[in-house]
């Protein structure tokens, strides 16, 4: 089991490498993204939505769903760049 922190930084080393991500794994890391929502900060969340974009991903709506009400939750912690991200 992965935490927040780990499946954003997994997600982000992934795109920063230009890595294709299977379609298995991509269901598995966001499923586990949803379970553990509640432990994102903004700049996880934020580092999770621009790695899914780069590794052309499509989240699930119930991963959108919980990240943003997560983000709304945080709104007020989330840096200039992070909320580009969104």
């Not at 299977?22 to 900060?41: D, G, H, M, Y």
């Not at 790695?51 to 119930?62: E, K």
Request: proline share 5%.
């Amino acid at each position: 089991e992965f935490n927040a922190q780990s499946i954003s930084m997994l997600l982000w080393s992934l795109a920063s490498s230009e890595h294709e991500l299977s379609p298995t794994l991509a269901a598995a890391i966001t499923q586990q993204a949803v379970e553990c929502s509640n432990e994102f900060t903004p700049q996880g969340i934020s580092n999770l939505f621009w790695a899914l974009a780069t590794l052309s991903v499509q989240p699930d709506q119930v991963l959108l769903h919980t990240l943003m009400r997560q983000a709304t939750a945080q709104q007020h912690a989330f840096e200039p760049q992070a909320t580009c991200n969104l």
